[in-house]
């Protein structure tokens, strides 16, 4: 094996050593001289990155220092004296919930985890009092244990927080997080009404702000929110949702690189220039806590952090930790691994007002600067519930029937998602579907990003059918001021196979010579009506 000469010195040049030492995709490397190669090159980048400044404190710091403004009093007004249930409570959100929960006067917490169950079937779950909370050994895919729960405890309040945490291992154990999310979700939804439950309040993740996904995790919590939204609209409890981000006091990444460096051994990274956002976890409880306060009935609002910072490299904190620690120890870029391989959508955000732009909430999102200026309010796009209902049973079949292999599971959530987001653009204005198209497609940001127009396929065939039929020249100049610049969009769009009878239908809008440029351009646009 070649190993690098010549000593590089800037931050690229390092990368782009240590990349063709070990190519993206290769296994965990052995040999002991690629291995002191390696780990001199990571001595080096480390040089480089303190040599711009970087690596001087914890990547971190202003995220631990965050806080958010909490309605403390109108909170404690909702829980004191209440029965509060949180499904989650063993978890690292989930445990510190019930123990503010305590402390702002609810009468009984009543703490929900399947980590404490022996078996998934026991219809009489297992109870440990201890002073004012009941600690159930339970798992939300079990109906009966739930109604148990729910008869015995009569809660007044539910947080639901169970799910899966690990995008990584909801690919692998499919079946598991989907029932986990799906039927957990209907099974609160179904005991919060038929219990005469006050509130209930879920907890999300920003990559549900996503249009399309097709990652087993981002997915099955995004049909989850539909589901609360649904019930919202339909239902008598009142429902609202907070979007997290990266919980710190609780991060794979994190605990991943410390462990490896605590083991002396060499520190995995998927692939540089990877970022995360994060939060710390009191601002996830002020958003939970607050939401009581905060959402409304008939409406499924929800709650993100404002000002959530600039994105951290993943590289960055493996570089700190290993400063940190006094140890030279090696990297490699591993490559990306399935359930962080989706690249961002640029169109996924408002750029129309890039400083206000959140990155857990869509353009589609209607949002606003709640009041204490510390979080955003937004609320979910109309979808229809058809839609939604029959991919819910179309998936309900399909986890049902376990001789079924895992991947049909992802396959039939990918679908919904796809249908659902389908009967979202369908009521989306023409306009607003353009300049996502096009904040989405900007070529000079793909090549920047090295993202080729392929990665974007089934989002870009969504909104295509979405213009299919709708689209008018003047709506078409409102976005485009020059013609060309769409013409340009369109000869690039046409790299994907899958969307030539929409081209074609796009071409013959920007080539119309009207007066009347309000008129709607329709070619058999009847073909590609979605369900109200």
Known sequence: M?????????????????????PLGSPEPQDSQVLATLTELTSDLIQAYQAEGQLQEDPFTDVWARTIHLYKSAVSSRVQGK????????????????????ELGARQVVSVDKARCASLYDQKPLKVQKQ?????????RNYHALKYIFETEKPEIVFHLAAQRLPGLAEVQIRETVTTAIYGTQHIIQLCEEYGVQQCIFSSTGKAARYFTAEVYAASKKLCEWQLAQAAQKGNVTYGMVRFTHMLNNSSVCQQISDKIKQGKIINIHAPHRYITAQNINEALHLLLNALVLSQPKKLKFLTVRNLGWPTETLEIA????????????IYFQGLLPGYEEPCFLGQFDWSQ??????????????????????????????????LDKHLSIIQTLTDNLSLPEANIKYGLKTAIKEVTGSIFAQTSPQTLLKILKWGTNPKQLVSEGISLECHQDIIELIV????????????????????????LVKLLATLPSIQQELTYLKAVSQYDSYDTSSTFSIAASSFAFCS
């Not at 004012?132 to 939300?140: E, G, N, P, R, T």
């Open 465 to 488: 059918q979405g213009l299919y039929g709708r689209l008018t020249p003047k709506c078409l100049l409102n976005t485009y001021k020059n013609i060309n610049e769409f013409e340009t």
């Open 354 to 387: 890039p400083t206000e732009t959140n990155l857990l909430i869509n353009a589609l999102e209607n949002s606003q600067v709640e009041a204490s200026g510390d979080m955003m309010m937004a609320e979910l796009t109309c979808f229809s519930s058809e839609v």
């Open 83 to 102: 029965v509060v249930l949180v499904t989650g409570g063993e978890g690292c959100v989930g445990s510190e919930l019930v123990k503010k929960l305590v």
């Open 319 to 330: 570089l700190y930790k290993i400063l940190e620690a006094g140890k030279h120890l090696p």
């Open 2 to 22: 070649l190993l690098p000469v010549v000593r590089a010195t800037s931050k690229s040049e390092i990368i782009r050593c240590i990349q063709e030492l070990v």
């Open 132 to 140: 004012a909370i009941a600690l159930y050994a339970a798992d939300v």
